[in-house]
Structures are given as structure tokens and as C-alpha cells.
């Protein structure tokens, strides 16, 4: 089912009368889900992405926009009649029903020409737990499962009324780091193996790069960028953007063009065709570094970590904005560490330029 979103807004009036602004949760979000895939809507807390995911609930009523499921415009449609699958970060599991309960539930209350019998609900419900395998644990009550698990039942309890839509709000935020894993991997087969189209909230961006077939980067209720997560990450538009995807996170320098090169400090770093005089944020990804000795970068070495197959070396620049820099260089390659400094090439591919002011990308030619 595509999902489509037109000029969507959320404006919440101010808690305070006096003193209080209103807060615009979303703004003017407009975006076309495509049937079928999974969408990561990612971004800081704060900027907009549960509010986003319950206006496409129904949860929440846009203050202004539209929103529309294949054809059909569903902006006045209630949650119940909209088909969608719901899941919170904090599973939301009825303590007192079993897990086999607990997955039946959203089946008992259809109405008219949905309602089921008895055997057709088991088996709906029984379908659900294998898709997410907890089969196995029908009878358990929740307080009996790891978090794991019971992230697993309100999944299947999502899915059981085979929804057109499923919305989960940062699902895997409970879970501990392995589990975690496990259970993005599981959802990204239950999507493949479902075809429901799906969006998923996280402020995770890693995350989010794993599992989604496009992702959706917000700032402040606004939409960024939109595209493949490998896309984002080479090519980011912005400078929130090129910050917000990456670990060890992109390195941050002030600089500046003159007569097309470009300046960090003193060293004359980049050859940078087709840009204007100017001053410049220069993001560098760590892998945009190569180790040479007559390389133009100079910069303070601090300390070499490492890494296994590769080492990340730690180093300083006056010019940098981030505590320290840091480059991931292939093991083999070996740094000498009594040396108080260590001098790069600069991979320009790997380096992004900013406008100083609009923070917005500048791009020049690589040859
Ligand atoms: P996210 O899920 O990305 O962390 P939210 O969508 O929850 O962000 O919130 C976006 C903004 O809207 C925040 O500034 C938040 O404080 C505000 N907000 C969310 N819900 C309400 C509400 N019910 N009333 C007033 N402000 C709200
Ligand atoms: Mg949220």
C-alpha cells in the first residue's frame, strides 16, 4: 500500500497561555512512501517523528495537510479504520493476558463484516507468532518473556489483523545491544516476507542505515533529505546531514577557498575546481583520509587505536570543531607514533564542503 503524505502539519498549541510559543511538531512534511518498502524516518529527538507516524496512525489529527492510503484519503479516517499496525518502544503488552490473548485481542473486537470465528482467529494469531517466532510461547505471560520477546508479541499483535500499514515507533530502543541487532534483522525479514509497507522510527542512525530501503532525515519538523541510506551518507546535502549519519562521526573543520583551493589553517589541503572565494565548513568522513608523509594536511598526532582490521588515529587541528579527528586508516599501513604529527592526503570523494552561513553543501569538481 503506498502512503502519501501532502503538506502535512502539526502545529501544538503552547502549554503556558501567556508566555508559551506554539510548537510546529511537523512542518509542511510531504513525501511519498512507496508500496511495499521500508521507511526509516530518522532524526534527533524531538524533531517530529512520532508525531509524524501518529498523524499516519490516525492518533493524531494533522493541523493541516493530507494523508492518503493507495486512493483513498484517509486525513478523517479514525485509527481503527485506517488498517494499520501500531508498535511502541515500550511494547504496551496487556500484563494480565497471556501472549496467545494478548495476539488475539485486536481480532476480538472487529466488527460486521470482519468479525471472525473462533478457529479463524487462532489461527490468524497462531500465523502471527510463527512470523516473529514465539510460537512456542502462547500460554507465558509477558512478565515471563525477556524484552526481546515481548517486543516480538506486540509486533505480532501488530501484524495479526494484516494491516495495509505498520508504524513502529522506535521498537528496538529497549533492547539491549545484541538483542537489538537480532531483532532488526527479524523485522527486516518479516517486512520482506509481509510486503507491508512499513515506516520505522529511530533516532538510531545506524540503525536506521541497516534496515531501510529509503530514509527520511528531519531536523525540527522539517524533512532534510530523502533517499537510499548509501546515498545520504556519500552525498548529504546539508551539513546536519553529513553530521547526523556516520561513526566514528564525520570530522569538522573551519577552512576557507581561495583561487579554487582549499584551507584549513595554513595548509592548502584539496584542489577545489569551480568554487568562489569563501569561507567554508570542510567535513572529512574518517575514511577520507590516506596516511603521507608529504601529504598537505597536517595535524597533531594524539594516539592510534585499534580497531582489528583497521586503526583509528587520533589526532588535533586548531581548525577542527569536533574534540579530536578522527581517521580510520587500513592496519597496514602503520603510523609512525614517535612522530608529533601526522600529514594526509585529503580522498576527495570523501570531503564535503558547507556555506559558512546556510550550512548548505557546496559542490566542486572531482577529478
Ligand atoms: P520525536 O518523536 O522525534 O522525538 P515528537 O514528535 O515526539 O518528536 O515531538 C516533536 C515536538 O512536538 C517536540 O518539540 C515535542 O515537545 C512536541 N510535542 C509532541 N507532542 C506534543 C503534545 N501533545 N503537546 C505539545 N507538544 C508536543
Ligand atoms: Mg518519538
Excluded: W
Excluded at 573543520?253 to 569551480?274: Q, S
Excluded at 581548525?319 to 612522530?339: F, G, Q, W, Y
Amino acid at each position: 500500500m503506498k502512503v502519501e503524505l501532502q503538506n502535512l502539519t502539526k502545529i501544538f498549541p503552547s502549554r503556558n497561555k501567556k508566555s508559551g510559543e506554539e510548537v510546529v511538531a511537523v512542518n509542511n512534511f510531504t513525501f511519498t512512501i512507496p508500496d511495499g518498502k521500508l521507511v526509516g524516518l530518522l532524526g534527533p529527538s524531538g524533531c517530529g517523528k512520532s508525531t509524524t507516524l501518529y498523524m499516519i496512525s490516525g492518533l493524531q489529527k494533522p493541523t493541516s495537510g493530507k494523508i492518503f492510503f493507495g486512493d483513498e484519503d484517509v486525513t478523517e479516517l479514525t485509527p481503527e479504520n485506517r488498517g494499520i499496525g501500531l508498535v511502541f518502544q515500550n511494547y504496551a503488552l496487556y500484563p494480565h493476558m497471556t501472549v496467545k490473548q494478548n495476539i488475539l485481542f485486536p481480532l476480538q473486537n472487529l466488527k460486521g463484516k470482519d468479525r471472525m470465528t473462533k478457529d479463524e482467529m487462532l489461527n490468524r494469531a497462531l500465523e502471527a507468532a510463527k512470523l516473529v517466532q514465539i510460537d512456542d510461547l502462547m500460554d507465558r505471560k509477558p512478565s515471563e518473556l525477556s524484552g526481546g520477546q515481548q517486543q516480538r508479541v506486540a509486533i505480532a499483535r501488530a501484524l495479526v489483523k494484516m494491516p495495509r500499514v505498520l508504524l513502529l515507533d522506535e521498537p528496538l530502543s529497549n533492547l539491549d545491544a545484541r538483542l537489538r541487532l537480532q531483532t532488526r534483522e527479524e523485522i527486516r525479514r518479516i517486512q520482506k516476507e509481509t510486503g507491508i509497507t512499513t515506516i520505522f522510527v529511530t533516532h538510531d542512525q545506524e540503525e536506521a542505515m541497516s534496515i531501510s530501503d529509503v530514509i527520511v532525515v528531519m531536523k525540527l519538523g522539517v524533512v532534510q533529505q530523502v533517499g537510499k541510506p548509501q546515498e545520504i551518507y556519500d552525498d548529504p546535502h546539508n551539513l546536519f546531514v553529513a553530521k547526523f549519519l556516520g561513526t566514528p562521526p564525520i570530522n569538522v573543520f573551519t577552512g576557507r577557498v581561495e583561487n579554487e583551493k582549499l584551507y584549513i589553517g595554513n595548509d592548502a589541503v584539496l584542489d577545489v575546481k569551480g568554487v568562489e572565494d569563501k569561507d567554508v565548513y570542510v567535513s572529512i568522513r574518517p575514511e577520507g583520509f590516506s596516511l603521507d608523509e608529504k601529504g598537505p594536511f597536517i595535524c597533531e598526532l594524539s594516539n592510534v587505536e585499534i580497531m582489528g582490521r583497521d586503526v583509528s588515529v587520533v589526532s588535533k587541528n586548531e581548525a577542527s570543531l569536533n574534540p579530536v579527528i578522527r581517521s580510520i586508516i587500513n592496519a597496514d599501513n602503520k603510523v609512525d607514533m614517535t612522530s608529533a604529527t601526522v600529514r594526509y592526503t585529503l580522498k576527495p570523494h570523501k570531503v564535503f564542503l558547507f556555506d559558512k552561513k546556510t550550512e548548505e553543501r557546496i559542490y566542486f569538481e572531482v577529478k
